[in-house]
């Protein structure tokens, strides 16, 4: 916690912005069914980049408006830098596990949560499994790990303003250094977002699916992904929605029938409202704690915590990571459950919810088994796709480019094992 | 009479159930977050354990929060709840309603 305060507006203030973010980023990944394992395991099913297109714009507008603010000096690059953690071995090993467990399982951190609000039982187990792999992680891996840390074997000894690219390219965190690096880093990710998007549409006008393709519930109306054993789609069993349309294309009656949950959020407008939730978190906790959206690297572990504590346990006093790494409340865990009431809000005002139980049952246990590999993978990595990759975008440092390469490549394993099953 | 229109008659329960289990997940976190979380601070203060302890300001920021956030979410349960009871009556009243059971299950 930094002592300086950069707003005088007090605690109370920055748990309510937390809370809205949160609630805003669970109504909009579930009206945009916004997924990161989606989007990757997209890229290899369908050979579609329309949605990983997305990210690379995510991470670049994070980027370019967290390094704008702090270029201007809005913010202090303090508040950029602060919370960037170590680098080393685990992020690569951490995101690869990641990876693999969640295109298993049917969901990122994100996705897990709001489909788990939307009646998704697969989820709901793939949230416990989660809890049982952060409890397997700080208790088996986690003292083998920070000495690995604290001794700097393959990994870096210290976080801030080390692992922060302005720092380690100019040596110095003046306005002027993270301008030039968050324009180095955020132009060229959402040039290649919108390049791939463009490729991706180009595409699909040859095939005859043009972006105003009418939509049939969450169906997208894509060439049709390769089915696994269940029949759900490789890559998880995420269902998917239609190719989105640029900002600028949508309709006033495309408006209307957002507005009146008729229709699922376009990709790129989703990426919009998201970025503008990572801001609104940016500005109000600078200075507070850690300023990022969060949203359940931690609190899986927390909520294991906190469900056993009517039973007289309380993890924090002797287990490890809990009594040394967690602490007991964070405006994170008010932000996850204004995301739970968020997505199932739109859930359920959209008529999407429903309880959904696959009608294969080994899909239970494969979610269950798959969100164990989560929670160990989002623990060894030091963080989830948010409160790592897509939050160390936005810190400009370069973790978050390890974490996706590695994930990546466990999305691809996942998606090679499920073709081997099916 | 097209299938659309057939859907339509249609009134699942779990729309007026959604919104109860709305409010009572509100109330009951913030229950929770009294009696539970703050309990397991001042059990850290007891152990002397202050590298995951919540100075109180900020425990009692989180509770403040989640106070005026269990108040809206509960205004938004009930409307909500209001807005499909007013909607299950209306279908209620159509000669060829049918109401469903809510927790029908369906492949994912």
């Known amino acids: ?422 | 009479m097209s299938k659309q229109s057939d859907q339509r008659k249609v009134f699942h329960y779990r729309f007026l159930i959604a919104p109860i289990v709305l409010l009572l997940f509100a109330v009951g976190w913030y229950r929770f977050s009294v009696v539970y979380i703050q309990g397991a601070n001042l059990q850290l203060v007891d152990h002397s354990n202050y590298s995951v302890y919540v100075p109180f300001q900020q425990i009692s920021a989180y509770l403040q929060a989640m106070r005026d956030f269990t108040y809206v979410t509960v205004a938004l349960a009930l409307i909500m709840f209001l807005y499909f009871l007013a909607r299950f009556i209306q279908f209620k009243r159509m000669p060829s309603a049918n109401v469903a059971a809510n927790l029908e299950t369906s492949h994912s």
């Not at chain 1, 303090?78 to 969901?107: C, E, H, K, P, R």
């Not at chain 1, 897990?112 to 989660?130: C, D, H, K, P």
């Not at chain 1, 850690?290 to 690297?297: A, E, G, P, Q």
């Not at chain 1, 810190?395 to 998606?415: C, E, H, N, P, T």
Request: one cysteine or more; aromatic letters at 14%; hydrophobic letters at 50%.
């Open chain 1, 1 to 422: 916690m930094l002592e300086h305060f950069v707003f005088s507006y007090g605690f109370v203030f920055v748990y309510a912005v937390f809370g809205i973010a949160g609630f805003i980023v669970g109504w909009v990944a579930q009206r945009g069914n916004y997924c990161f394992v989606n989007a990757m395991s997209a890229i290899f099913t369908t050979k579609s980049y329309d949605r990983f297109g997305a990210l690379l714009i995510l991470f670049g507008t994070s980027a370019l408006a967290t390094g704008g603010l702090v270029a201007f000096g809005f913010i202090p690059a303090v508040d950029q830098y602060y919370d960037n953690y170590f680098s080393g071995w685990y992020i690569i090993v951490g995101a690869l596990i990641f990876g693999f467990g969640a295109t298993m399982a049917g969901g990122c951190n994100l996705s897990m949560l709001y489909r788990a609000a939307s009646g998704y039982v697969q989820n709901w187990l793939e949230l416990f499994g989660m809890m049982l792999g952060t409890l397997i992680f700080a208790i088996a891996i986690w003292p083998t790990q920070s000495f690995t840390m604290t001794n700097g074997i393959l990994s870096t000894k210290e976080g801030a303003y080390i692992e922060y690219l302005p720092y380690d390219i100019f040596h110095s965190v003046a306005g002027w250094s993270v301008g030039i690096t968050a324009l180095a880093v955020g132009v060229p990710l959402v040039a290649i977002g919108l390049y791939l998007q463009a490729k991706t549409r180009r595409k699909w006008a040859s095939l005859g699916i043009g972006a105003s393709a009418p939509i049939v519930g969450t169906t997208m109306a894509t060439p049709a992904p390769a089915l696994n054993s269940g029949g759900l789609p490789i890559g998880g069993g995420i269902p998917m929605i239609k190719p989105s349309s640029f900002l600028g294309r949508i309709r006033t009656t495309d408006i209307k029938n957002m507005i009146l949950l008729r229709m699922p959020y376009s990709v790129n407008l989703s990426t919009a409202l998201l970025a503008i939730a990572l801001l609104m978190v940016f500005v109000s906790g600078a200075g507070y704690t850690f300023n990022y959206l969060v949203i359940t690297s931690s609190d899986g572990g927390r909520f294991l915590e906190y469900i056993l504590m009517p039973f007289g346990v309380n993890l924090a006093l002797g287990t490890p990571w809990y009594n040394n790494a967690l602490a007991i409340v964070d405006p994170s865990v008010l932000m996850v459950i204004m995301l739970i009431v968020g997505a199932f809000t739109a859930s359920t005002l959209s008529g999407d919810f429903k309880i959904r139980v696959p009608h294969e049952r080994k899909r239970l246990v494969i979610g269950f088994l798959g969100g164990i590999l989560v929670g160990i993978g989002v623990r060894v990595a030091l963080g989830c796709n948010i409160g790592m990759m897509w939050t160390n975008f936005a810190q400009l440092g370069y973790d978050g480019i390890l974490f996706l390469v590695s994930m990546l490549g466990g999305v691809w394993l996942a998606i090679k094992v499920q073709q081997h099953l099916v």
